[in-house]
């Protein structure tokens, strides 16, 4: 399991819960009394003032912008039975044609993606560079998604370093990361894995799960930094409590052979486990082979463990709506 850049299409940022300051950072005057929506209360731990779905409902139907694009982030997860992509796409829409920036990214991002309409890469450049024009990085950070494959407009991989670069000066983490990326491959630019390493930490250290898992494989290679196991550990293990596959199953690596760590092939099995029910087969063999050294009580442990771990896949969903 190799570095990748960041694929997914939706901005990635602690957005479970929306801080008041989105509104302020887009441009906008915050609303005074208006407050985040829980859709993960468990993660709500900055003193934000927190709302019920119901007084969420009625300032959305208000017309704020802020509660607009809350709503629209628990439609998207399907928040319970009454929320669905449909729903996320009108109310992304309501708040975009308000001029608020994070509701415009997520806006596009259906349409980039099909959500809940057709794809539509006309309208998602649109509803970007509308953001974009607001200074808004995770504008910046789709934009050079749309470059880098090739959707909607002609493939070229230097204008989607032009944007990451855009996004990554802006405090941006995934536009960090994918431009550590480019660093890292030589991609529309020499090859530097020292400025790889610059990009991935400031991502990582701002919470970005790639990052992190970027960061930790440069570790545990000692490509472009000294190598360091325990260093490697730490920063796969803070990606891989956000959700991230491959940092779970290069986690459960570590664990499974000591390094970095004590020897424990229960959390080994827990880690790679949760990763493969993930849907993310690649540590299938590293799984198998560590199942035959467990007892039966290690085994139902290691299943215990894991299905914990599973509730925290939603957090990583989470993380990709734009603030």
Known sequence: ????????????????????????????????????????????????????????????SQGQAFAQNQLGIASILAIGSDYDEKKALGWFERAAQRGYAPAQVNLAVMYMNGWGTAVNYGAAQHWLRAAADQKFARAYYNLGLLYLDGRGVRQDNAEAFRWFQKGAEAGDGSSATNLGYFYDQGIACERDLGKSVELY?????????????????????????????????????????????????????????????????VAAYAWISAATAAGDARGRDLLSSIEKLLTPQQLAHGREQAERLRGSDHELSARSLAQ
């Not at 694929?7 to 300051?21: D, T, Y």
């Not at 005057?29 to 019920?52: F, H, N, P, T």
């Open 201 to 265: 930490r400031k991502a990582a250290e701002a919470g970005n799960p790639f990052g992190q898992n970027n960061l930790a494989d440069l570790y545990l290679r000692g490509e472009g930094i000294r190598q360091d196991d325990a260093a490697a550990f730490s920063w796969f293990q803070k990606a891989a409590l956000q959700g991230h596959t491959g940092a779970r199953i290069k986690l459960g690596f570590l664990y499974a052979n000591g390094r970095g760590t004590a020897k424990n092939l």
């Open 1 to 60: 399991m190799k570095r990748t850049a960041v694929g997914a299409a939706l901005a990635v940022g602690c957005v479970v819960v929306v801080p008041a300051l989105a509104a302020a950072r887009s441009g906008q005057k915050a609303i005074a009394e208006q407050c985040s929506l829980a859709v993960v209360s468990r993660l709500v731990d900055r003193g934000e003032k927190v709302c019920d779905t119901e007084v969420v409902q009625q300032m959305a």
